[in-house]
C-alpha cells in the first residue's frame, strides 16, 4: 500500500524559511510527478510547485515563483520544498501529491502557519 509521508511544517515568521519533505512509502511504482498542493481556510486547494520525474521540468504557481523551490532525492524516493521569504498568505495545510500510471496519492497534511 501506497502511503505519502510529509513533515517539516510548523510556525515561523514572515521573513523566514521552512522545507517540507514527503517520503514514498510501500511502492515500487515509477513515478510520473510529484508535488506540493496547499489549502488555506476558506479557500480551494491550490497547486503550488510539482516537479516531472522522467524530465525534471518544474512548475510553480505565479504567487511561489522565486521563494519556493521543489526538488527531489530519487534514492530516497523524496521530495522537497524549499519554501523562502514566506509571507502570512503561504498559511495553509501543505499537501505531498504523487502520480503514477497506476494512480494518484496524497499525504495527510502538513500545516504551515506564517505569523509574527
Known amino acids: 500500500q501506497v502511503r505519502l509521508e510529509e513533515s517539516g511544517g510548523g510556525l515561523v515568521q514572515p521573513g523566514g524559511s521552512l522545507r517540507l519533505s514527503c517520503a514514498a512509502f510501500g511502492s515500487t511504482l515509477s513515478w510520473l510527478s510529484m508535488g506540493w498542493y496547499r489549502q488555506a481556510p476558506g479557500k480551494e486547494r491550490e497547486l503550488v510547485a510539482v516537479?516531472?520525474?522522467?524530465?525534471?521540468?518544474?512548475n510553480y504557481a505565479d504567487s511561489v515563483k522565486g521563494r519556493f523551490t521543489i526538488s527531489r532525492d530519487n534514492a530516497e524516493n523524496t521530495v522537497y520544498l524549499q519554501m523562502n521569504s514566506l509571507k502570512p498568505d503561504d498559511t495553509a495545510v501543505y499537501y505531498c501529491n504523487a502520480i503514477s500510471m497506476r494512480g494518484t496519492y496524497w499525504g495527510q497534511g502538513a500545516q504551515v502557519t506564517v505569523s509574527s
Open positions: 516537479i516531472f520525474f522522467t524530465t525534471l521540468i518544474t
